[in-house]
């Protein structure tokens, strides 16, 4: 099963990119953009048109949070899951203030998330991308 949802992946580590990528691509999602720099991952918004948006927490620069706030404020409006090798609390706290930035949150996942839990979190994506149809993003897919 091949989907067209849209999916962006940020994270400074470019092994758990490389990890992440192949678990989409055994699922079935083909359409992924990687990022490990939350700049690039920005400017990757209004281009790619991602529908769904798969952030670690942690990285330098740009922290998770930070990055958020950022897509927030350019109002993107895909679906978000957070990772982070954080304990749960963290998760959960991070989790809350993305929901009060408006942005839809479908979890927040420790790493390594378990193949079965991506699985489930790319459903509700796709029912979620299903609900609230969008264009095309400009610029094509790199």
Same mark, same amino acid.
């Given at each position: ?14 092994? !758990? +990119?490389? /990890? ?7 699922? =079935? ?9 939350? %700049?690039?991952a920005l400017a990757a918004l209004p281009e790619f048109g991602p529908d769904? +948006?798969?952030? &670690? ?14 897509? @927030?404020?350019?109002?993107? &409006? =895909?679906?978000?899951?957070? /990772?982070?090798? !954080? &304990?749960?609390?963290? /998760? ?5 203030? @993305? !929901?009060?930035? =408006? ?17 489930? +979190? /790319? ?5 979620? %991308?299903? @609900?609230?149809? %969008?264009?095309?993003?400009?610029? =094509?897919?790199?």
């Amino acid at each position: 099963m091949t989907t067209a949802l849209r999916i962006l992946l940020l994270d400074d580590d470019t092994f !758990m +990119l490389e /990890l992440l990528t192949e678990m989409l691509h055994g699922l =079935g999602y083909d359409n992924v953009r990687a990022e490990s720099d939350a %700049r690039r991952a920005l400017a990757a918004l209004p281009e790619f048109g991602p529908d769904l +948006l798969i952030c &670690d927490l942690s990285m330098p620069d740009m922290d998770g949070i930070e990055y958020l706030r950022a897509a @927030a404020e350019a109002r993107f &409006d =895909g679906s978000v899951v957070l /990772l982070s090798g !954080m &304990d749960s609390g963290i /998760l959960r706290a991070a989790e809350t203030l @993305a !929901m009060a930035q =408006g942005l839809t949150i479908l979890g927040a996942c420790s790493k390594p998330v378990p193949r079965t839990a991506l699985a489930d +979190l /790319l459903a509700q994506a796709w029912q979620q %991308r299903q @609900a609230r149809p %969008r264009p095309p993003a400009h610029g =094509g897919v790199k």
